[in-house]
């Protein structure tokens, strides 16, 4: 006679809520991602509740999922209960329009970064190289010359002058504690609302760019709801590195060991920052490096510098004379800034350019920063150009 063994009781099932943006570029199949990355909590969907509800990549899906069983990857969402913080019911009668049928225009409405007399950083920028709604921004910077706190500066101006555009960070290949301050910082600023996607430089290549990937998808589908986004991109320089290292090799190679099919992918992310005609706009701030000994990311530059329609160029030599912020004042500037500036306030700046020329080279960033700090704030700055 066989032993009888004792039935096992039946676990019941653990179910929760769960939020998380859609993700479907990998595995063939619906993944929530639970918080713009990789996370403990993602959640299969469907791909009939996909279709069903017309849910795109980037969209926010919430509803109870059960806890995944012994041999089961994910969670599995049970039904949805929302999307895009609407019932599915109002969501399905949305008549969307889809990212790229949006007619793009140029930046004509300027994000004023300025706050008070100081940050100076903001204030040269709104000068010097001003940033609209958008537009497609390039922080080209050699190591240590202030990159990062010129980002975080840039973050506190549009929440503090914004408060109606949704601000993102995406961290591609970012320093563990790097993460930490700038989601701390994006957290304060905003209230909780704004988004941090990052990845650390241990990840894998596939994994920081998937992160990238979806927070675009979910900035596209923003704008597509007439919100304007501002996404600031710490770096396209590793964002290239990180493609160059996860597509498939097209056999072919560029100086410093780059695939130029490694190139496509990291243009199309940061073409897709533009102004639109109908209400929304996307605006990526990026940075590039420079001047880092890798022959790699000097071709990064080389074939980005001509698809952004702003610079702003931090300078190593300034930055080792310890002049802050960095700023080379002759290389920075906004394509067709005058439509985003009142006439009076664009012909003081033209006057400003001029006397900048005037000066050696070497003295320009320090004679305007000894300027500002004399002023409370850019107009009363311009205006004592015409008196002065």
């Known amino acids: 006679m066989g032993s009888i063994r004792p039935r096992r009781e039946q676990q019941p099932e653990i ?7 859609l993700d479907n570029s990998r595995d063939g199949h619906g993944i ?22 017309k849910i795109r990549p980037g969209d926010v899906v919430t509803g109870p999922a059960r806890k995944p069983k012994d041999n089961e990857r994910y969670w599995g969402l049970l039904q949805v209960d929302s999307i895009n913080g609407k019932t599915p019911e109002e969501f399905v009668k949305e008549d969307r329009p889809d990212f790229k049928s949006l007619t793009p225009v140029y930046p004509d409405e300027q994000i004023k970064l300025e706050t008070e007399a100081e940050p100076l950083s903001l204030r040269m920028i709104d000068m010097i190289a001003p940033i609209g709604k958008g537009q497609r921004s390039l922080i080209v910077s050699p190591p240590k010359a ?4 010129l980002l975080k500066d840039i973050a506190t101006g549009v929440a503090a002058n914004h408060p109606e555009i949704h601000l993102m960070a995406v961290l591609v290949g970012e320093r563990p504690e790097e993460v930490t301050d700038i989601r701390r910082h994006i957290a304060t600023l905003t209230k909780g609302k704004g988004e941090v996607a990052a990845s ?5 290549a596939k994994d920081q760019v998937a992160a990238a990937e979806v927070a675009m998808e979910r900035a596209k589908r923003m704008v597509e709801g007439g919100k304007d986004v501002v996404i600031l991109l710490d770096s396209i320089t590793r964002l290239a590195r990180a493609y160059n290292l996860s597509i498939p090799t097209s056999g072919r190679t560029l100086s ?19 102004n639109f005609e109908v209400p929304g706009s996307l605006t990526i701030v990026g940075t590039a ?12 530059y080389e074939e980005f510098k001509g698809t952004g329609n702003q610079e702003v160029h931090l300078d190593r030599q300034l930055a080792e004379r310890r002049i802050y912020p960095a700023i080379n004042v002759q290389r920075s500037g906004t394509r ?30 320090q004679t305007l920063i000894n300027k500002l700090k004399r002023s409370k704030s850019n107009k009363e700055f311009l205006a004592s150009l015409k008196t002065g």
């Open 200 to 204: 650390n430089f241990d990840e894998s």
């Open 15 to 21: 179910i929760e809520d769960v939020s998380g943006v």
């Open 146 to 149: 202030g990159k990062t706190t």
């Open 32 to 53: 929530l991602r639970s918080a713009l990355a990789d996370a403990s909590h993602d959640t299969y969907i469907s791909n009939s509740q996909v279709r069903r509800f």
């Open 256 to 274: 410093g060991g780059f695939d130029p099919a490694a190139l496509f992918p990291p243009k199309k992310f940061f073409g897709a920052a533009r």
């Open 336 to 365: 067709r800034d005058d439509l985003m500036m009142k006439p009076a306030e664009y012909q003081a700046v033209i006057t400003l350019h001029r006397m900048l020329d005037i000066l050696n080279k070497d003295d320009r960033t």
């Open 289 to 300: 490096l420079v001047d880092t000994g890798s022959r790699m990311d000097d071709l990064v």
